[in-house]
């Protein structure tokens, strides 16, 4: 069952921005703190930016200052909001618990930066 799905992902030119979402089931979201990870061919998944129950929130060195994580419980729902966007940013897209869980890893979504 799938239990985390990504959208939001596309083509866009470097500068531009593009908000990625993630719904989920609320037992994930109620209990635990999301992240957001991408991953490119032949490189290790890296968390970008991760967010707890209570709003605080990590940014990887890369995105730091460009992304921005949100959180709405309600909507079951994890945001990123990525601007000012790199040709380095193209990548997959993923959500989800902060610490990962392996169960949870689903398609993600896409992004590619053209430059």
């Known amino acids: 069952q799938v239990q985390l799905v990504e959208s939001g992902g596309g083509l866009v030119q470097a500068g531009g921005s593009l908000r990625l979402s993630c719904v989920g089931s609320?037992?994930?979201?109620?209990?635990?703190?999301m992240g957001w990870y991408r991953q490119v061919p032949g490189k290790q998944r890296e968390l970008v930016a991760s967010i707890t129950s209570g709003g605080s929130t990590i940014y990887g060195e890369s995105v730091k200052g460009r992304f921005t994580i949100s959180r709405d419980n309600a909507k079951n729902t994890v945001y990123l909001q990525m601007n000012s966007l790199k040709a380095e940013d193209t990548a997959v897209y993923y959500c989800n618990t902060f610490p990962s869980y392996g169960p949870y890893w689903g398609q993600g979504t896409q992004v590619t930066v053209s430059s």
């Open positions: 609320g037992s994930i979201f109620s209990l635990n703190a």
